[in-house]
């Protein structure tokens, strides 16, 4: 895949309905992209794909290297691109809602368009949550949050990968700003509440003009009946 | 483009918002798939790619065979595949809500994927509209409505080119069938109102898993308001 072009496995409204048995091997989820975010089988954790390694991040705090050689994790929902930024500055944000004005003051006229982006630094702050799985199959997301495990962390050197998604596509993708996060000793991390830079860090970003979008083929997608349910995908990815 | 992948340039809602100054250039479009349908510049006509020809239907009865070498026609809207059915079937049906029947017989477990589909023969009756263009920028398709250009012809040989597309997906594509006529002839045709097939005609088609979503970026689209009228798209793409 060129460099900048979103490849995304099935869809938000999918995992929402809690269709995660089955998904795309991480195996081949790898060669469309260096650069991303996504779940694994039951939800279980937060996938965060950076730097040619994969992690999953998981609600008991501990974090695992996802072997993408021939290992045999799946992907119910996700997110790559092969990152090449277009623009890259020094930036420094004292919330979420912070970060998005300004990457949105770094991006004009792309609100229509997908948005890849990466920040390295120190944060003063960065609260997660991580999923902690489903307990029955098709356990809805909407259920998965009400038991999700948050932390914060200060005072934490790492990276945030996130994207952004068109409000008009939301239900294919979470519209707006949607962020993991790393520590810089892949020891801690997962889906970001909210952040907080410490001074300035490194912005980098790209816009994603081209979307492939793999539908999944297997009963347990083809049987499910989707919905967009908006207010739900911002409780819970928002 | 493998074999069975969608491609689609822009989005509908983009359309009902009525951006049609600019597009995919032909030229272009016909290197993604050799089957579909879609616009042209400020929504003049209805388009229909089928046997490596794209025509333009116009709301004056003519039809233009598009030059896709090097001509200079644009899509605003366009969805193509590199067809190539996987299932084929004698079918008869006496309304356009009984094709839909039958082919929902003849894919089952597909309604969160996309279907292309092909139907070749005699029509006792087929009911078609032309968009007439817009009269000025960024008219809305709600108002193209009001004044489209109806036909019925009957007892006529001719090709239907269609997709389905999933419900959840509406704004993205058109949920539901969305089909083009052509007659052998070349000479009439439009977006299909309704359908009647005369005895058994010839159907194929197949499955759509992969879809490439190419985004427009221009002026035009990068500042337009896109929201979800679904009943918008229903009245005008129904």
Redesign the interface.
């Given at each position: 895949m060129a460099y900048n072009e979103l490849y995304q496995y099935s869809?938000v409204?999918?995992l929402m309905e809690g269709i995660g048995e089955t998904g795309l091997p991480y195996s081949q989820l790898v060669k469309h992209g260096d650069h991303g975010l996504g779940t694994f089988r039951r939800m279980a954790g937060e996938m965060i794909c950076l730097d040619n390694e994969v992690y999953q991040m998981k609600s008991d705090g501990s974090i695992v290297t996802i072997d993408t050689s021939n290992g045999t994790d799946v992907a119910p929902f996700a997110m790559v691109t092969r990152f090449q930024p277009s623009v890259t500055a020094k930036i420094a944000f004292d919330s979420k809602h912070g970060l998005s004005d300004v990457m949105s003051n770094l991006f004009p006229?792309?609100?229509?368009?997908?948005l890849s982006f990466r920040i390295d630094g120190l944060f003063q702050s960065v609260a997660v949550r991580t999923a902690d799985g489903q307990r029955y199959e098709h356990e809805k997301l909407r259920e998965l949050h009400k038991r999700q495990t948050t932390n914060e962390f200060t005072n934490v050197r790492g990276s945030l990968i996130g994207f952004r998604s068109?409000?008009?596509?939301q239900?294919?993708s979470v519209a707006g700003d949607h962020l993991h996060f790393i520590t810089d000793e892949r020891d801690r991390g997962g889906h970001v509440l909210d952040c907080k830079s410490e001074g300035e860090v490194q912005f980098s970003g790209s816009?994603l003009?081209?979307?492939?979008?793999?539908?999944?083929?297997d009963?347990e997608?083809?049987?499910?009946e989707?919905?967009?349910d908006a207010d739900g995908i911002r409780k819970v990815e928002g």
């Open positions: 869809v409204s999918s006229k792309t609100k229509n368009r997908y068109p409000e008009f596509l239900g294919v816009i003009s081209a979307v492939h979008l793999q539908l999944p083929d009963d997608y083809n049987e499910a989707l919905n967009l």
